[in-house]
């Protein structure tokens, strides 16, 4: 995932607002954990999130994608970052905090790996430190036959990308064609996103046998909701 696209990345979701995500999610922290001082964002892509978080928390971020990886340290150099799988990973540390933002956790694809994620995620927590995941879709809620296209329109760069929403052994599935012009020219490349399909049962079910007291915001960040799961 994000294999071929990675440097545009920042580019194709230049929509999202970053910052006003981190100070939700911070508030989150606060209600729950309010003396929180240590984070680790999992998935954390090109750490658009740890940017912002780093100005409340001691934050660190994992990702299993190099070039994602390679861009957040130019963005943060002052931050720790692990290449690493999520379902499998070991820092060496504990945290007030881990995170999986943006519904990240979809990548993990099946429900048990889903569950050596949470697991692991909650052993790199300090005891009343919180576990914090931002879903994707369910089977019930996920959009199918359905066309998604997104641009970016800047003068030294031009992108669209275009995806059909597509149900395949319960994953979404989304072959995602970009074209992409810069001065250097332009090129067309593809990439084939799966993503799992869990509802709210395997989400509590998962967070619940890792240890975790698990809590649920309808809205989240923005519209997918929010598990909030507290290390017992």
């Known amino acids: 995932m994000f294999v071929k696209s990675a440097k545009f990345y920042d580019a194709l979701y230049h929509f999202k607002d970053y910052k006003k995500a981190s100070d939700k999610l911070t508030s989150f922290i606060r209600k729950y954990n309010p003396g929180a001082g240590t984070l680790l964002d999992t998935a954390c892509g090109t750490g658009k999130h740890v940017e912002f978080l780093k100005n409340d928390f001691e934050c660190e971020g994992l990702d299993i994608n190099k070039d994602l990886l390679d861009i957040a340290k130019e963005r943060c150099p002052e931050i720790v970052f692990h290449e690493s799988d999520m379902t499998e990973f070991h ?11 943006f519904s990240s956790i979809a990548y993990v694809k099946t429900y048990e790996n889903m569950c050596k994620a949470f697991f692991v995620m909650t ?7 919180l576990l914090i995941i931002e ?5 019930e809620t996920y959009f199918t036959n359905t066309i998604t296209a997104n641009h970016y329109d ?5 992108l669209a990308w275009m995806y059909n ?3 395949k052994d ?15 020219g332009v090129v067309h490349f593809n990439e084939l996103h799966e993503l799992g399909l869990f509802d709210d049962t395997q989400y509590r079910k998962a967070m619940t046998d890792a240890g975790l007291d ?8 923005f519209g997918r909701g929010m598990y909030i799961g507290i290390k017992n």
């Open 214 to 221: 698990v809590h649920y915001d309808k809205d989240g960040l």
């Open 170 to 184: 319960d994953m979404s599935v989304l072959d995602i064609h970009y074209l992409a012009g810069t001065a250097e």
């Open 154 to 158: 800047e003068k030294d760069m031009k």
């Open 123 to 129: 052993e790199h927590l300090n005891p009343n430190g």
């Open 135 to 139: 879903p994707w879709f369910s089977k």
């Open 91 to 101: 820092t060496g540390k504990t945290y007030d905090v881990v995170c999986c933002l």
């Open 165 to 167: 929403s597509i149900l």
